[in-house]
């Protein structure tokens, strides 16, 4: 089953622009991460956050948890036509040992 | 390190036909998962095993998948009897404590 649910679905914007993907879940967590997902290709780690952290930047990438609203957002800033991709959340389960993985947001730069 | 290694990139069979995935994790990696990725699914988590023992196989679909660990440096997943609805990507991921996960390059299976 699919614990993440990012929001938007689709979300397309002009290169240059900061593009935000928002994500939520159910149960309780050791991290979230996020992952990116080239059309045809394999899943590319991002970037983790853990339950006890609220924010983690990397290079253009910014990432917030919020364990009281269960939620995450993803920001990519300054975007590039070579952002253009998919974008999931997945959960660390508390217990599980286990990455569940959200339904995704597919990114659109255009240049 | 190669990263995580699966086998074939594609696969084309024919309804009833039996198909093994494969998979080499990365070497020092404890935990093994397999993926299933479809349109209308995403990303499901169909079984995962830590030290080769598999752990929660709840995603497996149904008894024409099994899915086996026999040492830590190699897992396959085999359907049999496959039917087209089995057709999507098959991305196996390994991790350990101290890395996060690594995914391979995924199986698109298509079964006719």
């Not at chain 2, 009897?81 to 690594?102: K, L």
Request: with cysteine; proline share 4%.
């Amino acid at each position: 089953s699919q614990q993440g649910e990012e929001d938007p679905q689709a979300l397309s914007i002009q290169e240059g622009e900061n593009a935000t993907m928002n994500c939520s879940y159910k149960t309780s967590i050791n991290n979230l991460q996020w992952y990116r997902q080239n059309s045809g290709r394999g899943l590319v780690h991002l970037i983790l956050i853990r339950s006890n952290e609220r924010e983690k930047h990397s290079g253009r990438l910014r990432v917030t948890l919020d364990t009281s609203k269960k939620s995450s957002s993803l920001l990519i800033t300054a975007s590039r036509a070579a952002d253009t991709a998919s974008y999931f959340c997945a959960t660390d389960e508390r217990g599980a040992q286990k990455l569940v993985f959200g339904q995704g947001t597919r990114l659109t730069i255009n240049p | 390190d190669a990263g995580v290694i699966q086998s074939p990139r594609h696969e084309v069979t024919e309804m009833g036909q039996e198909v093994t995935l494969r998979c080499k994790p990365i070497s020092g990696h404890n935990s093994l998962f397999w993926y299933r990725q479809t349109m209308m699914r995403g990303l499901e988590l169909l079984i995962y095993f830590n030290n080769n023992v598999p752990i929660d196989d709840s995603g497996m679909p149904e008894d024409r998948f099994s899915a086996k660990m026999p040492n830590a440096s190699f897992s396959t997943l085999k359907i049999q009897p496959s039917e087209p609805r089995d057709s999507a990507v098959y991305f196996c991921a390994s991790s350990s404590p101290r890395s996060g996960y690594t995914f391979g390059s995924g199986t698109r299976l298509t079964v006719v």
